[in-house]
């Protein structure tokens, strides 16, 4: 009965809020206009009066039908919450009102973060001297005082319902994704439009010679770029430091958030963006520094080497900032953590991630090289009837991905070799490093497979006289490539994994195994206790903890 009620009065607050909010944005919208042309502030009058006069109409029958609706509902599901009993603690922390919180933050957010860029943007374009030729500041800024106000009281709701009551499921992890989600949105936006903004500047600073544009043509991109940075970092900033309070909050709010599956969700995805994006812009500018040194001409014509150089590195540069720093808070909470297992699981997860992203890289630059060697040896066509520039623009551009993705592959491999040497039985037991062996086995056996079925099916077109035989080394060279780097991919962790199980096995035959259960009582420091015990065992006993591998 009680699910039923909550899911009508939360499902009619929600419909109506969203009609009030459009309601008064809209209101709002055309009185600012209004105040604005009657100051002198623009000469633009867009709309006659009639069809003013029916807009306010509409939207004030809007607003004055949602607004009683809305209050209504909210009062009796505030009434419902702020009882002094077990009913009102329900309510506090029922998962419908949770979504209903999470959901109204998520819109209202999305409103303000794209109104308030746009109001900034244009803001900046009137004192930079580069407004925009259409629009008004009316529009986003109505947007935004409407959104930021129902964003602003529901986020004090549920910080009183968090203050007040513990959370448990959904209640607990709806609020935290849409948490994480902004900052998710807001980090991409700051990403993306910093490197921009630093390319505007290698623009200015080192202008095309064969492009003459007009003094003023940055401002509105600088405009447009400061915008977008600003409540980019606004949007990251907030809920991400919100986040780090939680973590510091005592009781149930602090372990909670330090045990969250979705924050670090979200710091492996952060950290993933900026290992690709930062392996992918750095091998963009090894391409164009091979290009330069094998002779390839510009493009476009004209363009200096520094600046080829420099933009590459400049939109890299927010990216590897963004992963050095969720790198640095991943290991910082592995150290925190009281059992060593966590604190390795943690680590493992980012080694062998980024890993697999960077054999990925080095793995297509290989493979298109070794095509094209093939190719050029082998008496094909793709080399040899190709423009000089062609070849040695991909010869440029896969190198590049090879040494990046190679580079970055070995670095964190070796990481993980030593911990297999330092600890093997964890190591080679752990779960991350079976799906990472697993998920590269996975991919090589499908190139194989796939590669194979191009090369034989190119043969056969061949044979049954449907090709061509003088095309059919430039038809199999690519193909090729990727077989033979893939089936060496495919070997060598065959190999690993089978010196794993291996070992494994060997471990469980060799040894005796007593199981143990520690207990103590809750402010106990297990941890250490098993360091004390670990110091009195005989040579040759060993004592760790038994736990799910991750």
Request: aromatic share 10%.
């Amino acid at each position: 009965m009680q699910i039923a009620r909550r899911l009508y009065i939360y499902f009619i607050a929600a419909v109506s809020l969203a009609m009030l909010a459009v309601g008064l944005m809209n209101l709002l919208r055309i009185g600012l206009a209004q105040i604005a042309i009657a100051l002198g502030w623009s000469e633009v009058i867009l709309e006659p009066g009639e069809a003013i006069r029916r807009q306010v109409s509409l939207w004030a029958a809007v607003s004055i039908v949602a607004l009683p609706v809305w209050l209504l509902h909210w009062w009796l599901a505030e009434r419902a919450a702020l009882r002094p009993n077990a009913e009102g603690e329900a309510e506090r922390g029922s998962t419908v009102r949770a979504l209903y919180v999470s959901a109204v933050l998520a819109g209202s957010f999305i409103a303000w973060f794209f109104a308030g860029t746009a109001l900034v943007r244009r803001l900046l374009g009137e004192v930079l001297d580069a407004p925009e030729p259409t629009g008004s500041l009316a529009g986003p800024l109505a947007l935004v005082l409407v959104s930021a106000s129902i964003w602003v009281y529901h986020a004090g709701v549920r910080r009183g319902d968090a203050a007040a009551v513990e959370m448990r499921g959904a209640a607990a992890w709806a609020p935290r994704l849409y948490r994480y989600a902004a900052a998710f949105i807001g980090a991409l936006q700051l990403l993306f439009e910093l490197g921009t903004l630093f390319r505007l500047i290698i623009e200015v600073l080192l202008p095309q010679e064969t492009i003459l544009p007009a003094d003023t043509w940055w401002r509105g991109l600088l405009a447009a770029g400061v915008a977008s940075v600003v409540v980019g970092l606004l949007a990251w900033a907030g809920h991400w430091g919100a986040s780090l309070e939680l973590l510091r909050q005592p009781g149930w709010r602090g372990l909670s958030e330090r045990a969250s599956v979705l924050r670090r969700a979200y710091l492996y995805v952060m950290i993933l963006v900026g290992v690709v994006a930062t392996l992918g812009f750095t091998a963009v500018f090894l391409n164009e520094a091979f290009a330069w040194a094998l002779g390839v001409a510009p493009r476009p014509a004209g363009d200096a080497l520094a600046r080829r150089l420099l933009d590459p590195l400049a939109r890299a540069l927010p990216f590897a900032a963004a992963w050095a720093y969720h790198r640095r808070i991943v290991l910082a909470e592995a150290a925190t953590m009281t059992e060593a297992p966590l604190q390795a699981s943690v680590r493992r997860i980012y080694t062998y991630g980024v890993a697999f992203v960077g054999l990925g890289f080095g793995s297509v630059g290989l493979a298109y090289l070794l095509g094209l060697l093939l190719d050029a040896v082998l008496g094909g066509t793709r080399v040899v009837t190709a423009p000089p520039d062609w070849w040695r623009r991909q010869v440029a551009l896969f190198v590049a991905l090879t040494l990046v993705g190679t580079g970055a592959w070995l670095w964190h491999w070796y990481t993980a070799a030593r911990r297999v040497s330092a600890d093997p039985a964890d190591e080679r037991g752990a779960t991350t490093r079976r799906v990472y062996l697993f998920a590269t086995l996975a991919a090589s056996l499908v190139a194989v497979l796939v590669s194979l079925a191009v090369t034989l099916y190119r043969i056969l077109t061949v044979i049954l006289g449907v090709g061509s035989a003088r095309g059919l080394v430039s038809d199999v060279s690519a193909a090729l490539g990727v077989f033979v780097v893939a089936a060496a991919l495919l070997a060598y962790h065959g190999m690993v994994l089978r010196d794993d199980l291996r070992e494994r096995r060997a471990e469980a035959v060799g040894e005796k195994v007593l199981p143990l259960l520690l207990t103590g009582p809750p402010d106990a420091d297990l941890a250490g206790v098993l360091d004390n015990l670990r110091d009195h065992l005989p040579e040759g006993y060993t004592l760790r903890p038994r736990i799910e591998r991750e």
